[in-house]
Nanobody
């Protein structure tokens, strides 16, 4: 049983910063990757940032240079540092943890945290 708890969302003015946290509890075996997704009103959920078990990272083009994903393996926590925020970053942000082998992968999701960027 794995549970993800998110925190750090809120309201910020354009150009400001927020730091999202996602703490995983329970036994985690065969960790594949941890990631942040977001879903804006009327849009599909999209992958924002991902970090693999080896430490490699990937970002959607719209956040490159502004967002940084990182992890604390000892505490099974993943972070998303968001700088130079824009109104278009407004969305519900979801933490994702993927475990398993290449033949069977399982995803766990956080409850979502609202990020609102005002003009």
């Amino acid at each position: 049983q794995v549970q993800l708890v998110e925190s750090g969302g809120g309201l910020v003015q354009a150009g400001g910063s927020l730091r999202l946290s996602c703490a995983a509890s329970g036994s985690i075996f065969r960790l594949n990757a941890m990631a942040w997704y977001r879903q804006a009103p009327g849009k599909q959920r999209e992958l924002v940032a991902l970090i693999t078990n080896s430490g490699s990272t990937n970002y959607v083009d719209s956040v490159k240079g502004r967002f940084t994903i990182s992890r604390d393996n000892a505490e099974n926590t993943v972070y998303l540092q968001m700088n130079s925020l824009k109104p278009e970053d407004t969305a519900v942000y979801y933490c994702n943890l993927r475990v398993g082998s290449t033949w069977y992968l399982q995803d766990y999701w956080g409850q979502g945290t609202q990020v609102t960027v005002s003009s």
